[in-house]
């Protein structure tokens, strides 16, 4: 049965994948000889030179995230081996995997498919998109968990590699910092960052300016206090099994944005939405004093040719909810995978493994998940190429990695679509209609379990 958060598209990618006799189970199947014959029996796609041409899908504006430094990089290492970029631009994950989908549903070439979140890997990967990796990881003999700090491992089985790492951690203006007369925190409480955004709140004047901006995504800017949370941090427990909203970290989680909305201490909720807002003008318009954000922004506070940098960022470990907490900060990472009807299984691999480690490394653009990298070298590197080096504080931003217990999560079900919209509708209901804490909480609970009862 096709499960409900299965969207257009990805219906449209499973009738077709079975009118071409690829089900999830025979997707599955394929990795009891992936990596043996995948490579050696399987046709390939050549040049007229005897190259092999791997297709390469991602969502990167190839010219800014510097693309071509990997492009380039990798050929000199793999000669025989080219690569064709199919990217939707603009940083757009969600355009990206809609042409994925229609890629699979219309049969075209792909190689490498680079996801953004766990949730979009799962679901692709519920379709029998991905090539199981063990057997090429066994012959390369290597040991997971010593090279990567993200598990990818679903049902015992991996079907991708981390890409870049994303730890969650503060973002603030330093002149905004300093003009409210607050140091850089080191170790702070949810409620002492809601006391430094009504510090930093200006709102009289020509232009409004708030202490801090949340943006429209569910995770982590509906489950800020989960961060705290060793286990079982998301909508549905670990395992799965039962729906996770009533706890002690949605409710602070909850207040924190209600409490935020209510003291006019960040850009509100209803303009939020209206308007369609994202973080980046927010932040760079000085709009917003600091915001909670991803380590993907560390080279953007430095400048662009489209947006320099006209003040200098410090950085903040993420809020606790209380004292006596640890320091920590949830790792999530990009997926790159190997597509299950590539022709190229063995190449694609290659590349795969490539820029999940050295090609991160000389990109020079974001921290890697890889483990034997260098943490310093690679800030360094990041720091160093941007426009406006002097606006990114290296001191607190290495403080953050040193200090915070960074968490790698299990990934989520399949179904987190639907686990998440029904939390954001709840939300909005509190945010918008004035619907209680307490009823958004109920209300959310319920409908998640049924939703996890039926996938059971």
């Known amino acids: 049965m096709i499960k409900k958060w299965l969207s257009s598209s990805l219906l449209v990618a499973m009738v077709v994948v079975l009118m071409v006799g690829c089900s999830s189970n025979a997707g599955k199947n394929a990795g009891t000889n992936a990596g043996t014959n995948a490579g050696t029996n399987a046709p390939k796609t050549t040049t007229e030179s005897g190259q092999t041409t791997l297709k390469v899908y991602t969502w990167y504006n190839l010219e800014n995230e510097k693309f071509d430094v990997i492009k380039t990089e990798f050929e000199k290492a793999y000669p025989d081996i080219k690569i064709e970029y199919v990217s939707a631009g603009d940083n757009n994950s969600n355009e990206h995997v809609k042409k994925v989908d229609l890629a699979a549903a219309s049969n075209e070439d792909m190689d490498v498919i680079m996801f953004s979140s766990p949730a979009h890997y799962a679901q692709r990967l519920a379709l029998g998109m991905l090539e199981p990796l063990d057997d090429y990881l066994a012959k390369d003999g290597l040991n997971f968990e010593e090279e990567y700090s993200v598990d990818t491992k679903v049902d015992g089985k991996y079907y991708g590699l981390p890409g870049k790492s994303v730890n969650f951690f503060v973002a603030i203006n330093e002149n905004h910092l300093k003009e409210a007369n607050l140091p850089v925190p080191t170790d702070w409480t949810w409620d002492e960052f809601l006391d430094y955004a009504a510090k930093m709140t200006k709102l009289d004047g020509e232009k409004k300016r708030y202490g801090t901006y949340f943006h429209t995504w569910v995770n982590p800017y509906l489950m800020l206090a989960n961060s705290n949370e060793p286990n079982n941090s998301y909508l549905v427990t670990d395992d799965h099994k039962s729906a996770n909203i009533d706890t002690a970290s949605i409710r602070k989680s909850l207040e924190i944005r209600l409490q935020a909305d209510q003291d006019k201490i960040a850009t509100p909720y209803a303009e939020v939405i209206s308007q369609k807002l994202n973080y980046r003008p927010q932040y760079f318009n000085e709009e917003a004093s600091m915001i909670l954000t991803g380590t993907f922004m560390i080279p953007e506070v430095g400048g662009t040719d489209k947006v320099p940098a006209t003040f200098k960022t410090v950085f903040a470990p993420l809020p606790k909810s209380n004292k006596e907490d640890h320091i920590t900060s949830d790792i999530t990472s990009d997926l790159v995978t190997v597509y299950s009807k590539s022709?190229?299984?063995?190449?694609?691999?290659?590349?795969?493994?490539?820029?999940?480690?050295?090609?991160?490394?000389?990109?020079?653009?974001?921290?890697?998940?890889?483990?034997?990298?260098?943490?310093?070298?690679?800030?360094?590197?990041?720091?160093?190429?941007?426009n406006n080096p002097e606006m990114i504080d290296k001191e607190s931003a290495l403080y953050f990695f040193n200090e915070s217990n960074m968490i790698a999560r299990p990934n989520p079900p399949s179904y987190t679509a639907e686990v998440e919209a029904v939390l954001?509708?709840?939300f909005d209901l509190m945010m918008l209609q004035g619907q209680s804490i307490d009823d958004t909480i109920q209300n959310a609970q319920q409908k998640i379990q049924k939703i996890v009862d039926s996938y059971q």
């Open 343 to 386: 022709k190229n299984k063995e190449a694609a691999y290659t590349f795969v493994r490539w820029f999940t480690t050295e090609g991160l490394v000389v990109q020079g653009r974001n921290i890697p998940s890889w483990k034997k990298a260098n943490m310093e070298e690679v800030l360094d590197t990041i720091i160093g190429a941007t």
């Open 424 to 426: 954001q509708d709840q």
